[in-house]
């Protein structure tokens, strides 16, 4: 049991770090390798990453994270793993471990990084989306019924635990959403944003170069409230490592480059 040491910790990173210099390496998780190609990140005891591998020909590896948070009723996903197989791991990993139920899941936007287990959910799991992403996905084959999300905001109580839905508008993909969990102050961007690591937008297939700009200013003036110095916001890429809102300002850098180059 390690939980109580990796929250000294952060809370001792925290304390001398400001936000924009918060970085994977300052929060320490406990790694938690399932399968050769998935993983769980626990940021405490409620609540983890889980990190998908997918075999993309020519580019390799790709790792893609989800969060799972425990609440008082059972698990809500964010984002179901990228392939059918690492969901039947985490799956039997909640059963075993956790012995609760997946109660509910909120898929960030319609691309299989984020809905690929969908179909491996027990049919009693509520699935959240915007009603953008669920014709989106039905259009791919991938065919769920939804509780629709509002736009801009959707305030949930899952489980007694607060979790907030905020849809900044089109950017990597038109139905894009991040998920705000107040009680652990984690912020996930989904494909909104990039990790540090990224030197590109990656895929940009669904993009939109200048409503991404928009949006993510959008989603600057709205999350700014959330954090000071004291409480930074811990923010968790679709892929990647996690960090601070630095992400966010980073991601307008790299839609910056990528507009200048379309010129
Ligand atoms: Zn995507």
């Given at each position: 049991?390690?939980?109580?040491?990796?929250?000294?910790?952060?809370?001792?990173?925290?304390?001398?770090?400001?936000?924009?210099?918060?970085?994977?390496?300052?929060?320490?998780?406990?790694?938690?390798?399932?399968?050769p190609t998935f993983e769980l990140a626990r940021l405490s005891d409620t609540l983890w990453i889980h990190t998908t591998y997918k075999e993309l020909a020519g580019?390799?590896?790709?790792?893609?994270?989800?969060?799972?948070?425990?609440?008082?009723d059972g698990v809500v996903l964010i984002d179901t793993p990228w392939t059918p197989a690492a969901t039947r791991t985490l799956l039997e990993w909640i059963s075993s471990r956790l012995g609760k139920p997946?109660?509910?899941?909120?898929?960030?936007?319609?691309?299989?990084?984020?809905?690929?287990?969908?179909?491996?959910?027990?049919?009693?799991?509520?699935?959240?989306?915007?009603?953008?992403?669920?014709?989106?996905?039905?259009?791919?084959?991938?065919?769920f019924t939804a509780q629709a999300l509002a736009e801009p905001e959707t305030k949930l109580g899952l489980g007694g635990t607060p979790v907030t839905v905020?849809?900044?508008?089109?950017?990597?993909?038109?139905?894009n959403v991040v998920v705000w969990l107040p009680?652990?102050?984690?912020?996930?961007?989904?494909?909104?944003?990039?990790s540090a690591a990224a030197g590109d937008?990656?895929?940009?297939?669904?993009?939109n170069l200048a409503s991404w700009d928009v949006s993510l200013k959008t989603l600057r003036a709205w999350a700014s409230p959330l954090e000071t110095p004291a409480r930074p916001v811990?923010?968790?890429?679709?892929?990647?490592?996690?960090?601070g809102t630095a992400l966010i300002?980073?991601?307008?850098?790299?839609?910056?480059?990528?507009?200048?180059q379309q010129r």
């Open positions: 049991m390690r939980p109580r040491g990796a929250w000294l910790l952060l809370g001792l990173v925290w304390s001398c770090a400001t936000p924009r210099e918060l970085k994977t390496e300052d929060v320490r998780v406990e790694r938690i390798v399932l399968t580019v390799g590896a790709v790792p893609s994270n989800g969060l799972m948070l425990a609440t008082a997946v109660t509910d899941v909120i898929v960030t936007h319609s691309h299989d990084d984020r809905t690929g287990g969908v179909a491996e959910l027990a049919p009693a799991t509520k699935v959240h989306a915007l009603p953008l992403t669920s014709k989106l996905a039905a259009a791919q084959g991938v065919s905020f849809s900044p508008g089109a950017g990597h993909a038109p139905d009680e652990h102050r984690v912020l996930f961007g989904g494909c909104f944003i990039k937008l990656g895929n940009v297939a669904d993009a811990i923010v968790v890429p679709g892929h990647g490592g996690l960090g300002v980073h991601t307008q850098e790299l839609v910056s480059k990528a507009i200048s």
